[in-house]
């Protein structure tokens, strides 16, 4: 069974880095099927995509227009999990933010959530 | 990038009934990268239907997916006390991936 458990802090200062991890069990980051997403979700933009990472006998990058030059999206094979960085943070960017994992284009396993507020 | 959008906003329904629930995209879409979801209040979204016509493991027949081109359809046909949530759908145009706004689903 596949479960994605997030962490990272829950509280980010405007212009500084937010910074969170999804840990996975009962699937490899390195899947040649699994696709690793982060989706943010709030009342003013719904559910959003940011992006995702992939091995397929080399790793690619996919990340959404809207944060493309903040975004950073990387697995860690050694721990079993990937993690987003998403720079230079805006109160806009107050959001829940989940993992998922992606096969054939559907998010089929989701991580519990975690509320990410940007305030000083 | 595709937009998709959702009707109605709100569905006010009783138990028993059938809910229909439409999305349309702005473009046409890849039936086999149409999905539907649905959420409940402090829960992530759960995947019910992929591929257009698909059900997700562990998902009833009572629901069902139809469509094609740019406009999908989400079926209920008889309404549990436990379906009453928001249902979005999602679509994959590489790289990137849209849900709509999502369609209330609830008690009349």
């Known amino acids: 069974h596949v479960q994605l458990q997030q962490s990272g802090p829950g509280l980010v200062k405007p212009s500084q880095t937010l910074s969170l991890t999804c840990a996975l069990s009962?699937?490899?980051?390195?899947?040649?099927?699994?696709?690793w997403n982060w989706i943010r979700q709030s009342p003013s933009r719904g559910l959003e995509w940011l992006g995702r990472?992939?091995?397929?006998?080399?790793?690619?990058?996919d990340y959404a227009l809207s944060v493309k030059s903040r975004i950073t999206i990387n697995a860690d094979t050694s721990k079993n999990q990937f993690s987003l960085q998403l720079n230079s943070v805006t109160p806009e960017d107050t959001a829940v933010y989940y993992c998922?994992?992606?096969?054939?284009?559907?998010?089929?396993?989701w991580g519990q959530g975690a509320l990410v507020t940007v305030s000083s | 990038e595709v937009v998709l959008t959702q009707s109605p906003g709100t569905l006010s329904l009783s138990p028993g009934e059938r809910a229909t629930l439409s999305c349309r995209a702005s473009?046409?879409?890849?039936?086999?990268?149409l999905a539907w979801y649905q959420q409940k209040p402090g829960q992530a979204p759960r995947l019910l239907i992929y591929?257009?016509?698909s059900r997700a493991t562990g998902i009833p027949d009572r629901f069902s997916g139809s469509g094609s081109g740019a406009d999908f359809t989400l079926t209920i046909s008889r309404l549990e006390p436990e379906d009453f949530a928001v249902y979005y759908c999602?679509?994959?145009?590489?790289?990137?991936?849209?849900f709509g706004p999502g369609t209330k689903v609830d008690i009349k």
């Open positions: 998922a994992r992606d096969t054939w284009a559907r998010f089929d396993y």
């Open positions: 009962g699937d490899s980051v390195s899947s040649n099927s699994g696709a």
């Open positions: 990472t992939y091995l397929r006998s080399t790793w690619y990058h």
């Open positions: 473009e046409s879409v890849r039936s086999s990268y």
């Open positions: 591929a257009t016509s």
């Open positions: 999602q679509q994959h145009d590489y790289p990137s991936f849209t």
